[in-house]
């Protein structure tokens, strides 16, 4: 059969295809994909050119939080800084300044703690000074008070009387080291913290029925 004049047969060469639509296209979802891609490499180039963190502004997880059993060495008016070690694959500026990548064994910050001011006096030497030699004055020259301590080795420990008074004191840690340190005691010892009122004190109003 003889094909019409301005027409090509089926199957001939040279045959031009047209979609005629965007249903028609092997792919409609390919323009939303690539405009996701767009996105997503817009959000990394600005996250990537914030400037890192510094180290002391990490949250708490980011680094080892200070969890010891001991107290921390070189308390000053009662707050000690402990070597805090951001988490591994951490950017952030160290105490000098430096950005680098941590690995979680080096120190990226020193964190200030609260501490006891010790300077040598232990507790369980001084309540065993005031129960057993207590009467010779043993204790107040202990603990820096060498005037008391020889009243009472000249008085017998104000015959028995003062001698008891020092033990209770001593042992409720009322009566402490003369320079105003704190007794050294077991992390989980006989520690007593005394509580007080000040301004800054909250207040509750109590209501009466």
Known sequence: ??????????????????????????????L???LFLLWFAAVRAAASSEPPPKCDELRLGQYPEHNSTQE???????TAY?????APNITCKDHLGV????????????????????????YKVAV??????????ADRFYLGYPALGLLKFCTVGFCGIGSLIDF?????QIVGPSDGS??????YGARLTRLTITNATFRKMQSYP
């Not at 005629?20 to 409609?28: I, K, N, S, T």
């Not at 910050?109 to 040598?120: D, E, H, T």
């Not at 209770?168 to 409720?172: A, D, F, N, R």
């Not at 704190?182 to 992390?187: E, F």
């Open 128 to 137: 065993a000074l005031s129960l057993f030699l207590g009467w010779l004055g």
């Open 99 to 122: 950005e680098k990548v941590f690995t979680g064994r080096e120190v990226g910050f020193y964190k200030p703690i609260a501490c006891r001011n010790v300077n040598g006096y232990s």
């Open 1 to 30: 059969m003889a094909a019409r004049p301005g027409r090509r047969p089926a199957g001939a060469a040279g045959t031009v295809l047209r979609w005629r639509g965007a249903a028609d296209a092997p792919f409609p979802f390919l």
């Open 82 to 86: 402990v070597q805090c070690l951001p």
């Open 32 to 34: 939303p994909f690539l």
């Open 182 to 187: 704190s007794y050294i005691i077991d992390y």
């Open 168 to 172: 209770i004191l001593i042992s409720m």
């Open 72 to 78: 921390p060495m070189n308390c000053t008016n009662h």
